[in-house]
């Protein structure tokens, strides 16, 4: 599947948008301030959704990539307008917080690498080795496990370095999640969550952090949303998924980790794609998440957020797929929609639509 048909699946045509949208674009009552705070895994594309809408609309985004653990928590104190969170809440914490998620996006988690002359996607990486390479056991680069399936890569005996989050993530928590499927050592020892007791390594912080302290550590791996990688110019892996194939990651084989998606069957939207069956689909595939309360004090303010994402998802297409991520087909988008209109209220009234 190409560009254009991902665009097809995930963004409608302007015919399409509903009154409030053609108010928001018209300029019209909407010129405020929505503050945000979550997730540093959308950040690069929803920077740039921001800075698109605020030209368009004079609506002004503040969103804070502080991570998922710190958006959960704005969120539950009400500090935050919305929240962004790669780690889903189950549906039962929902309720009791008085809470809503809907998926926005859905992109790949990727290894990226620090060594002399490597080049992206140039090394291989098997399941057992990823997890022993953050579980400390394999130490060097020109070890066995990591020797067998890279033939004519030149792996220096140069000790391995290991960089990891220190704020809660829900990049780590998608990495964890998919180490948990990987290594029952890693589920029994370490397990899965937004933060961890790492076994070793050098830690940093949101995805930036830990993509600079990669390119800076000769050595070293860490684990970073696709779009970092690429934005520094780092090496990655290839990754071995569960059909054993060694597939490079893309838009491509995002869209088809994410086919397997049961959104219609998903309680609260909480859904897992990491290691998904099939020969072309990324291993390492996330979703990333919105959280607002079902109670909103400001209707007009919960409105306006409503209609940002509203054409984030309807015309946002474009700008996502530019830095790597897969935009939310429109079926998904229905869903979204329908639960907004039942469950998001002021003072008891619906607040979508209008």
Not at 73 to 78: D, E, H, R, S, V
Not at 96 to 105: A, D, I, R, S
Not at 188 to 201: E, I, L, N, S, T
Request: aromatic share 10%; proline share 6%.
């Amino acid at each position: 599947m190409n560009r254009r048909s991902f665009l097809k699946l995930g963004v409608a045509g302007a015919a399409s948008m509903g009154i409030l949208a053609r108010e928001a674009l018209a300029g019209k009552p909407y010129k405020m301030t929505i503050n945000a705070a979550g997730a540093s895994f959308p950040f690069p594309v929803y920077s740039d959704w921001a800075y698109k809408y605020e030209k368009l609309t004079g609506m002004r985004l503040n969103y804070q990539p502080i991570g998922s653990g710190g958006g959960q928590a704005q969120i539950k104190a009400k500090t935050v307008d919305f929240a962004g969170s790669d780690a889903p809440m189950k549906p039962a914490d929902l309720d009791e917080h008085g809470l809503v998620q809907f998926p926005m996006l859905m992109g790949g988690i990727v290894p990226i690498i620090n060594l002399p002359g490597l080049k992206a996607g140039q090394l291989k990486l098997s399941r057992e080795a990823l997890s022993g390479i953050f579980l400390g056991k394999i130490k060097k680069w020109n070890d066995g496990a990591i020797k067998k399936e890279n033939s004519g890569v030149n792996l220096p005996d140069r000790d391995i370095q290991v960089v990891h989050r220190t704020d809660g993530s829900g990049t780590t928590f998608i990495f964890t999640t998919y180490l948990s499927k990987m290594s029952s050592e890693w589920k029994d020892k370490v397990g899965a969550g937004k933060a961890v007791d790492w076994p070793c390594g050098l830690g940093g912080k949101q995805n930036q952090g830990v993509a600079v302290t990669v390119s800076k550590v000769p050595g070293a791996v860490g684990y970073v949303e696709f779009a970092y990688a690429s934005e520094n110019n780092l090496a990655y892996a290839q990754m071995q998924n569960q059909d054993g194939k060694y597939i490079m990651p893309t838009i491509e084989t995002f869209q088809a980790a994410a086919a397997n998606a049961d959104w219609g069957n998903a309680p609260g939207f909480y859904l897992d794609l990491t290691d998904q069956p099939g020969a072309e689909s990324w291993p390492i595939t996330g979703v990333t998440f919105i959280l607002m309360h079902k109670n909103q004090l400001s209707k007009p303010k919960a409105q306006a957020i409503l209609t940002f994402l509203d054409w984030c998802y309807r015309h946002g297409g474009e700008l996502a797929v530019a830095k790597h991520y897969v935009p939310m087909p429109l079926s998904v988008v229905q869903l979204v929609q329908t639960m907004w209109c039942k469950d998001l209220k002021s003072n008891g009234q619906p607040v979508w639509p209008v």
